[in-house]
C-alpha cells in the first residue's frame, strides 16, 4: 500500500471509470455524500471520467446517489446481481434466481418460522407472516412492500434474505441452499452488525460479485482493468480488490483490504475521506 503522495500521475491517467463503495466509503453513517467529494466527481463527468457506484443496496437506493452526483454509467446493486442504468433502461446483467429455489426457500422460512424477504431491483417483498422484516433488515435506502402472497414476486428475485435469532436453525437452512442440495447459488451467512442476536442468510445466483460486475462493466464501456479505480471498506469489496483496478481502501476499512489496496486513505466516511482520491485524480487529468 501507498500514501497519496506515492501515486505515479501516469497511473492516474489511464483512469476513466471510478466504481465507488456507497455504505462506508462515499457516503458518511448518515447517508450523506461529501459537500467536496461531490463538487470533485462533478469535476471528474466533465473531464470525461465516467462515475459508477457498486453497492450490497437495492438498485432503487442507488438512483438518487446517482442523480445527486450526475452520472449517467450503469450501476451495479445486491453486490454484482444487478448492472442497471435508470436514464435509458439499459440493463448490462440481470441474475435472477430460479424460481425452484425460491419456491424451496420459502418452504424452510415457512417450516422453521424464519423471516424471509425477496429482494427486486426496486423494493423488497414480504407478507404480513414476515412483518418484522423492515425492522431487523439493514438495507439502506430501501423500499419495503407487503404482498399478501409471494407466487407474484418469484420471477425476478434477484436475491433471497432470511432473517433470525436461532443460530443452528439458520446454519441448517444455509446447508439446505448450498451444494450439493441447491445447484447455482451463491450463500452469505452472518450476524447482525446493529441487532442484537439476529442472524441473516443472503442467497444469490452465483457469479453474483462486485469484481464480475465490475468485468461486466468494463466490457459494456469498452475499457479495460486498468482504466478503472475501485474504493472500498468492507468485505464484500474484497472480490474488486482482487482484480487489476487501482484500489484504494478507505481509513476505515478493514485491514484485509488495507492490505490488498494500492492506496490507504488517511480520512473515514465520516471525514469525506473520498475526496482525497478523487482530488488527486482530477489533478492528473487536468495535467493533460
Known amino acids: 500500500m501507498n500514501s ?19 455504505d462506508g466509503t462515499l457516503v458518511n453513517d448518515e447517508g450523506i455524500v461529501g459537500e467536496q467529494s461531490l463538487l470533485l466527481l462533478k469535476d471528474l463527468l ?19 446517489i446517482a442523480n445527486i452526483i450526475g452520472t449517467s454509467t450503469p450501476l451495479i446493486s445486491l453486490d454484482g446481481a444487478l448492472i442497471k442504468n435508470d436514464k435509458n433502461d439499459v440493463v448490462v446483467h440481470k441474475s435472477t434466481l430460479r424460481n425452484s429455489i425460491v419456491r424451496k426457500s420459502i418452504e424452510l422460512a415457512e ?10 431491483s426496486e423494493a423488497i417483498y414480504y407478507t404480513e407472516n414476515n412483518s418484522l422484516i423492515p425492522m431487523i433488515l439493514d438495507k439502506f435506502g430501501a423500499l419495503y412492500k407487503e404482498v399478501d402472497s409471494y407466487n407474484a414476486y418469484m420471477k425476478d428475485t434477484l436475491e433471497i434474505v432470511f432473517a433470525g435469532d436461532n443460530r443452528r436453525t439458520m ?4 446447508d439446505r441452499l448450498s451444494f450439493p442440495f ?29 469484481a464480475k460486475a465490475l468485468m461486466r462493466l468494463l466490457k459494456h464501456l469498452k475499457l479495460e482493468s486498468a ?18 483496478a487501482f484500489k484504494v481502501a478507505m481509513a476505515n476499512a478493514i485491514p484485509e483490504l488495507k492490505k490488498m489496496a494500492d492506496v490507504v486513505l488517511t480520512k473515514s466516511n465520516n471525514e469525506d475521506g473520498t475526496s482525497e482520491i478523487l482530488e488527486a ?3 492528473s487529468k487536468r495535467k493533460k
Not at 6 to 21: M, T, W
Not at 111 to 120: P, R, S
Not at 171 to 174: F, G, P, Q, S
Open 171 to 174: 446454519e441448517y437452512i444455509r
Open 182 to 210: 441447491a445447484f447455482g447459488t451463491s450463500v452469505s451467512y452472518f450476524r447482525s452488525h446493529s441487532h442484537d442476536n439476529i442472524y441473516y442468510l443472503e442467497i444469490k445466483k452465483s457469479g453474483s460479485t462486485k
Open 4 to 22: 497519496l503522495k506515492g501515486i505515479s500521475p501516469e497511473r492516474l491517467k489511464k483512469i476513466n471509470l471510478v466504481v465507488l463503495d456507497v
Open 46 to 64: 466533465k473531464n470525461d471520467v465516467k462515475i459508477s457506484l457498486a453497492s450490497g443496496r437495492l438498485h432503487s437506493a442507488l438512483v438518487e
Open 281 to 283: 485524480l482530477l489533478n
Open 227 to 244: 482504466n478503472a479505480m475501485v474504493v472500498g471498506d468492507w468485505y464484500n469489496d474484497i472480490p474488486m480488490f482482487e482484480t487489476k
Open 111 to 120: 417450516k422453521y418460522f424464519v423471516n424471509i424477504a425477496l429482494c427486486h
